[in-house]
């Protein structure tokens, strides 16, 4: 049985995105990524590094207000952010554009889609794909640039702690960054050996972008799990890294479904996929919460 199988892509090439889509006006020119709220002078900003950030959402417009000022502290800046919306009614296109970021319209929903078209469109050489509900720390794009410097390494990602407003889910957390270990153990003991790990959106995941177009992005056909499975497409380029510091994730699955119930829904849908039924799951094994 091939389980965590094969992901071989069917879809077209990345570069040739979809003609359908519609795209925002472009930032002013000379500013990085068309976005800076921090109010200081342009003499005193640190130099963009070489990343773009790729921030795939669908009705985000509660949780970006907090992003925007966690990315306008990011030391060093991204050379590029570009937002691709999935179709979003909460105006969560409308409050990136009016912050100065470069937001796509993509026609195709799913994340998996909003990935390739972001990563298409970018032209850094390093691109970090973040939820809309994760933060980084201020300095995350220097130490995401100082583990792909190994050229072992074709993918990593941070720790999550998985928080909201008034608690920590201190055994959701565990739980999240056991599975990073022991679900490549259980089902790829030897990809496993070989440096394979599992990481998942809310590890703020981070990549070559030529890597990322040479195993052909993240595969449009799966609804959920796409980010799983482009590790496992990465893994043939090289490790699979977990670096040892940490992001702030929402914990809104865990408040809407409770904790336990919550952790349930994660291993259930790890295990189908991992089983084979990869293409068949979707919203109603994992439902969206905002």
Not at 148 to 156: E, F, H, N, T
Request: charged share 20%.
């Amino acid at each position: 049985m091939n389980v965590l199988g094969d992901s071989a892509s069917t879809h077209p090439p990345l570069e040739q995105a979809a003609s359908a889509s519609r795209t925002y006006p472009a930032p002013a020119p000379g500013a990085v990524a068309g976005f800076d709220v921090s109010g200081d002078p342009a003499s005193t900003r640190p130099a963009p590094g070489p990343f773009a950030l790729v921030i795939p959402v669908l009705d985000e417009a509660r949780a970006l207000p907090r992003l925007l000022r966690h990315l306008a502290l990011l030391d060093p800046p991204p050379a590029e952010i570009v937002l691709v919306d999935g179709g979003s009614a909460d105006g969560t296109a409308e409050l990136a554009a009016a912050a100065g970021l470069r937001v796509l319209h993509h026609g195709a929903r799913g994340r998996a889609a909003q990935i390739n078209r972001g990563v298409a469109e970018v032209a850094a050489p390093l691109v970090l794909v973040l939820h809309a509900d994760t933060l980084l720390p201020d300095d995350a794009l220097a130490v995401a640039e100082r583990a792909l410097a190994d050229p072992r390494v074709s993918l990593a990602g941070f720790i999550p702690i998985i928080c909201g407003p008034e608690t920590t889910r201190w055994a959701t957390t565990a739980h999240n960054w056991a599975k990073t270990w022991y679900a490549p153990l259980l089902f790829r003991p030897r990809l496993f050996l070989r440096g394979g790990r599992l990481l998942f959106g809310d590890h703020a995941m981070f990549f070559r972008r030529a890597d990322f177009l040479a195993v052909g992005g993240c595969d449009e056909r799966l609804r959920v799990m796409e980010d799983a499975d482009l590790c496992l497409r990465l893994s043939r380029l090289g490790r699979i890294r977990l670096v040892n510091r940490t992001v702030l994730t929402s914990d809104r699955r865990v408040a809407a479904w409770g904790e336990w119930r919550a952790n349930w829904i994660y291993l259930r849908t790890g295990l189908r996929w991992a089983l084979g039924r990869r293409e068949q799951l979707g919203p109603r094994d994992y439902p969206d919460i905002r």
